[in-house]
């Protein structure tokens, strides 16, 4: 009993754990990075309003804007965003990012019109750092600058879990390496995207404080499909999050491009169930058997078999039942195994997860014809341990 409480207390402190990072709020306004200012005034605050003023005037410039008055353009900024700044007596030395209000600048500068955009595709930020790989598991610098990523002017549609409660415990470093399709349709389901992307980081630092290489890698659908790696370099430690900015940039061009190349179409096996798993199993049939099989036996060799005996029964069939059923389910194979023996029972109309926790106890909603108590007789038949009554039930191994 305690080693029990142990555990279940190790599971609630992974799950409630200090974590999670929201992502930016998408924005359909006109956003200009990386301005860099330096310039003095009598005072460090005199110099700051100066060097806000000057990265009003470089921005809009930047993005092709005519010669306007200062109060014209200040009046068109929404919010100033301060990358990286140094505020001294005299100077203010700073990067920037401006902000334009769409509705007021969008006639001077052309920011586009109608974007076609992608599905929506779910974000598995995988982080190797120090020898070990991460994804939401602790607050990571990779993860920050996905969920600081300004992903309006994209046409890539990213899903960007926050990582916190029990996404930790579903998105980890592994799951890219699953290809159950069951598995991560459930996944998938849950954050309501039709495919995945996965883009990768792999820091090296040469000694503490030193230098760090960078190697990214963009990978994309249940498959963990290569499509492109590029390597950066930062000369610090403190230049780190201005590197993984540029990387995220960087990585979502190559998704751009695989998107316009038609690359980040959405996994047919994902969205069509047992259909084109069907079709692909027939393929795979067709090029290891390409006789179609062993030939038939002459008509003289047929059998024919004998007669079976026919059931008739006039009463009318039996209505199906809603049962739920809680499981354990300690990893991907236990979720695959119980929804593979329920939706294996004759009388079974379907079978889904409606509740999905991983190291936990998972819950699934199924339609039976005959109700709970044979659905329950035939579990038993397949080896489980069945308890509970009622349309609730609890199976186990």
């Known amino acids: 009993m305690g080693l029990g409480g142990l555990g279940f207390s190790r599971l609630v402190a992974q799950v409630d754990g200090d974590r999670g990072i929201a992502p930016l709020a998408s924005s359909a306004d006109i956003e200009v990075d990386n301005i860099r200012v330096d310039v003095t005034a009598k005072t460090g605050a005199e110099a700051r309003t100066k060097g806000w003023k000057e990265a009003q005037k470089l921005a809009w410039k930047k993005i092709g804007g005519p010669d306007m008055p200062l109060e014209s353009i200040d009046a068109m900024v929404s919010s100033v965003v301060i990358e990286k700044e140094q505020v001294g007596p005299h100077r203010y030395i700073a990067t920037l990012g401006v902000i334009f209000d769409k509705t007021k600048a969008g006639q001077w500068v052309g920011k586009g019109g109608a974007m076609a955009r992608s599905a929506p595709l779910l974000v598995i930020p995988v982080l190797y750092s120090g020898g070990v790989r991460q994804v939401f598991e602790v607050r990571g610098p990779w993860q920050r600058a996905w969920a600081e990523f300004q992903t309006s002017a994209t046409p890539v549609d990213y899903v960007r879990p926050t990582g916190a409660g029990g996404e930790s415990l579903i998105l980890t470093a592994g799951q890219p390496g699953r290809r159950s399709r069951l598995w991560w349709s459930t996944v998938l389901g849950q954050f309501n995207a039709s495919d995945v992307l996965t883009p990768v980081a792999r820091l090296e630092r040469q000694w503490p404080g030193g230098p760090v290489k960078g190697t990214f890698t963009a990978r994309y659908g249940p498959d963990n499909k290569f499509l492109e790696k590029f390597t950066m370099d930062a000369p610090s430690e403190q230049a780190l999050p201005e590197m993984l900015e540029r990387a995220v940039e960087r990585m979502d061009e190559i998704y751009r491009g695989a998107l316009a190349r038609g690359e980040l179409t959405p996994d047919a096996t994902l969205r069509a169930g047992n259909a084109e798993l069907d079709r692909a199993f027939a393929q795979l049939r067709e090029k290891l058997m390409p006789g179609g099989g062993p030939a038939p036996l002459p008509e003289a060799q047929l059998v024919p078999p004998p007669p079976q005996p026919t059931v008739t029964d006039s009463a009318p069939a ?80």
């Open 318 to 397: 039996a209505p199906a039942e809603t049962v739920n059923i809680q499981f354990a389910t300690p990893d991907a194979a236990a979720l695959d195994a119980a929804l593979a023996a329920v939706r294996g029972v004759p009388g079974v109309r379907g079978a889904s997860t409606v509740s999905l926790a991983i190291g936990g106890t998972s819950v699934m909603r199924v339609n039976m014809v005959g109700g709970s108590e044979r659905l329950a007789a035939a579990l038993r038949g397949q080896g489980w341990q069945v308890s509970g009554s009622g349309n609730t039930l609890r199976i186990s191994r």
